[in-house]
């Protein structure tokens, strides 16, 4: 199934994903500055998270279940074969089915990528290792500047004005 790409869009995950935490699953939008999130190497602090309202949105889910509604330009960690050594950072609207998924879980099989509407999506900035927790999926956080502006960017950094 072609699927069109979003090219000009932020990344970030929709409102309602679930953020690994120390205290368990946080939805992204209740996440605020300074908050402690689990990364790929231990637990670190977002220092800052964007708000982008409106933006195209997709659903990937695994063979197993696990669900990631994101932008199309939000990168999630993808294996090109079972050697865990050959990794590498994927747009959410250029994976296919069948294609290999990092989670927290461990590599899992992408289902199915399908448009899911449009909607606030939200960016976190961690700049120790740049990853989050995202529904189970490894996801690429920004480090400390802005993403670029685009064509969807209406919203401002949350908390301001």
């Known amino acids: 199934m072609d699927l069109p790409g979003t090219p000009d869009c932020p990344p970030g995950c929709a409102a309602g994903t679930p953020i690994l935490a120390p205290r368990g699953w946080v939805p992204i939008e209740r996440l605020d500055p300074g908050t402690h999130i689990s990364t790929v190497n231990g637990i670190h602090h977002a220092v800052r998270i964007d708000r982008h309202s409106r933006v195209p949105v997709f659903l990937v889910e695994t063979e197993d279940g696990q669900r990631l509604r994101a932008s199309g330009a939000c990168l999630v960690r993808t294996r090109a074969s079972d050697d865990p050594r050959e990794r ?4 959410v609207d250029v994976l296919r089915a069948g294609d290999t998924v990092d989670t927290h879980l461990g590599p ?3 289902a199915s990528v399908s448009p899911d509407g449009a909607e606030d999506v939200y960016l976190l900035h961690e700049p120790h290792t740049r990853t989050y927790i995202a529904g189970g999926y490894i996801c690429r956080a920004a480090g400390h500047t802005a993403p ?4 969807y960017s209406r919203g401002s950094p949350r908390g301001a004005a």
Request: with cysteine; hydrophobic share 35%; aromatic share 10%.
């Open 88 to 91: 590498a950072w994927t747009r």
């Open 108 to 110: 899992r099989r992408v």
């Open 148 to 151: 670029p502006p685009c064509a």
